[in-house]
């Protein structure tokens, strides 16, 4: 049985700094693409920022409202994705979910799509006040 773990949500103040942290049981992490999305109360589930299984930055993905803000990364030893978040907005509170690809998907095609998440956790909300 998978199971998807996020951990490191809270209530920060604009400008702070928030790291999450998604552990995953039950698949060879090392297999699966991953990635962070988020969805604000309203909003449609979007995708934050993706990482290939090596956890190289080459095929890495960040949406452009995060891009020099946030970053992703992975330990597959660990089994553990990272998502590290500085200079947080306003804008960035959502509750994020972490997602294992369904399937063999690069960086970005997961991201763009949460239909191409195949397994979800039950998310950390992340809050951050103006």
């Known amino acids: 049985q998978v199971q998807v773990v996020e951990s490191g949500g809270g209530l920060v103040q604009a400008g702070e700094s928030l790291r999450l942290s998604c552990t995953v049981s039950?698949?060879?992490?090392?297999?699966?693409?991953m990635g962070w999305f988020r969805q604000a109360p309203g909003k449609e589930r979007e995708g934050v920022s993706c990482?290939?299984?090596?956890?190289?930055?080459?095929?890495?993905y960040y949406a452009d409202s995060v891009k020099g803000r946030f970053t992703i990364s992975r330990d597959n030893a660990k089994n553990t994705l990272y998502l590290q978040m500085n200079s947080l907005k306003p804008e960035d509170t959502a509750m994020y979910y972490c997602?294992?690809?369904?399937?063999?998907?690069?960086?970005?095609?997961?991201?763009?799509?949460?239909?191409?998440?195949?397994?979800w956790g039950q998310g950390t909300q992340v809050t951050v006040s103006s």
């Open positions: 990482i290939s299984r090596s956890g190289g930055l080459l095929y890495n």
């Open positions: 997602a294992a690809a369904r399937s063999r998907y690069y960086a970005g095609d997961l991201c763009r799509s949460a239909s191409n998440g195949g397994y």
């Open positions: 039950g698949l060879t992490f090392a297999d699966y693409t």
